[in-house]
């Protein structure tokens, strides 16, 4: 069937529990651009005494265009299964189309078999949320490039590079800059980030060990230089912690962080606290929420309200997602 823009009829948003806070963004952004009121629906999400979720719509979707937006960091397995449980609702409902919005994708790092008997969950993960009822999905910066193909159903897998790079030349760029990436896994993020500020670029090579990380030594000149320390996401923090007492080793000046997902699961904050007075500043997006008390004086949060927007509009309209990136 060729699919005709608008055909889903009105976008209806639907907010889960684990970010609040953006998905209104999502929509005050949506209301604005397309000059009619694009609300949260009415969605009535709850946890009986037993621990099960329940989900319930205020109002009927049969026929619509419904984006259901859950990111999945901690609690992960009660956000993923809120996810899975409020797109079985939709798909009963009737939706004409159903697209899971999720800014942070869990399980991504298990994308592959790295010993015997082990799952790769980043599939399994694919496979229950196309089953649950989405028609589409959208998220933001895979660990992975290769877990697009474990959706059989279309996507959009977006970067939140283009944000973060425009904050960086605004206030970080400097003539003695250089790019440095936490480890080699993410040597091509690094090369892009290199790239496109017109900086050198330096690799962190580090050897894993169970839980347990130590950066091994440092690939280019970091001497004297300004260092913008790169990568996806920062999860227990121990890579960040590694790079900074490497970094400084090598006689690097100022150090800024750049990343996109900021799980800070376990000792994530007491790490960041122990090395926040030499990093100059933190600097993330907001697809992972974090309480206010966690917020130190030098992170700056930049939102994603505004890219998932667009790209909403666009694939409800019919337009391209591309055309936003120049691609």
Same mark, same amino acid.
């Given at each position: 069937?060729?699919?005709?823009?608008?055909?889903?009829?009105?976008? &209806?948003l639907?907010?889960?529990?684990a970010?609040?806070?953006?998905?209104q @963004?999502?929509?005050?952004?949506?209301?604005?651009?397309?000059?009619?009121?694009v609300?949260?629906?009415?969605?009535?999400?709850? &946890?009986?005494?037993?621990d099960?979720?329940?989900?319930s719509?205020?109002?009927?979707v049969?026929?619509?265009d419904?984006?259901?937006i +859950?990111?999945?960091?901690i609690p992960v397995?009660?956000?993923l299964? @809120?996810?899975l /449980?409020?797109?079985?609702a939709?798909?009963r409902?009737?939706a004409?189309r159903?697209?899971?919005?999720i *800014?942070?994708?869990?399980?991504?790092?298990?994308?592959?078999?790295?010993?015997p008997?082990?799952?790769?969950?980043?599939?399994?993960?694919?496979?229950?949320? %196309?089953?649950?009822?989405? #028609?589409r999905?959208?998220?933001? #910066?895979?660990? $992975?490039? +290769?877990?697009q193909?474990?959706f059989?159903?279309?996507? #959009?897998?977006?970067?939140a590079?283009h944000?973060l790079? @425009?904050?960086?030349?605004?206030?970080?760029?400097?003539?003695n800059?250089?790019?440095?990436t936490? #480890?080699?896994g993410?040597?091509?993020g690094?090369?892009?980030?290199?790239?496109?500020?017109?900086?050198p670029?330096?690799?962190?090579e580090? %050897?894993?060990?169970?839980?347990?990380t130590?950066?091994r030594?440092? /690939?280019?000149?970091v001497?004297?230089?300004?260092v913008?320390?790169?990568?996806d996401?920062?999860?227990t923090?121990?890579s960040?912690?590694?790079?900074?007492?490497?970094?400084?080793? &090598?006689?690097a +000046?100022?150090?800024?962080?750049?990343?996109t997902?900021?799980m800070?699961?376990?000792p994530?904050f007491?790490?960041?606290?122990?090395? $926040?007075?030499?990093?100059?500043e933190?600097i993330?997006?907001?697809?992972i *929420?974090q309480p206010?008390?966690?917020?130190? *004086?030098?992170?700056?949060?930049?939102?994603?309200a505004?890219?998932?927007? @667009?790209? /909403?509009?666009?694939?409800?309209?019919?337009q391209?997602?591309?055309?936003?990136?120049?691609?």
């Open positions: 069937m060729t699919r005709v823009p608008g055909m889903y009829g009105d976008i &209806k639907i907010a889960g529990t970010c609040p806070r953006l998905s @963004e999502i929509s005050d952004y949506l209301t604005s651009a397309c000059k009619t009121p609300p949260l629906l009415d969605c009535n999400i709850r &946890k009986f005494t037993n099960n979720i329940y989900v719509l205020g109002e009927s049969r026929g619509q419904v984006y259901i +859950q990111t999945t960091s397995n009660d956000n299964m @809120e996810l /449980i409020t797109l079985d939709v798909r409902d009737s004409g159903i697209t899971a919005v *800014p942070y994708l869990a399980y991504a790092r298990t994308d592959k078999k790295d010993y008997r082990t799952p790769i969950t980043a599939r399994l993960v694919a496979d229950m949320i %196309q089953d649950a009822g989405a #028609d999905y959208m998220t933001i #910066d895979l660990h $992975a490039g +290769q877990i193909g474990f059989t159903v279309p996507g #959009d897998v977006l970067t590079a944000l790079r @425009e904050y960086v030349v605004t206030n970080v760029l400097r003539d800059l250089v790019v440095c936490m #480890d080699l993410f040597a091509k690094g090369r892009n980030w290199a790239r496109d500020l017109d900086v670029l330096a690799f962190i580090k %050897q894993r060990s169970d839980t347990i130590r950066a030594s440092l /690939i280019g000149e001497a004297g230089r300004d913008l320390l790169v990568d996401e920062i999860d923090a121990g960040l912690i590694q790079a900074v007492n490497l970094l400084d080793e &090598k006689g +000046q100022a150090i800024t962080v750049v990343f997902h900021a800070f699961s376990g994530a007491e790490r960041i606290d122990a090395v $926040a007075d030499r990093i100059r933190f993330f997006t907001n697809t *929420p206010p008390e966690k917020l130190l *004086p030098n992170m700056t949060v930049i939102s994603v505004g890219l998932l927007g @667009e790209v /909403i509009r666009r694939a409800h309209s019919g391209s997602v591309g055309e936003m990136f120049n691609e």
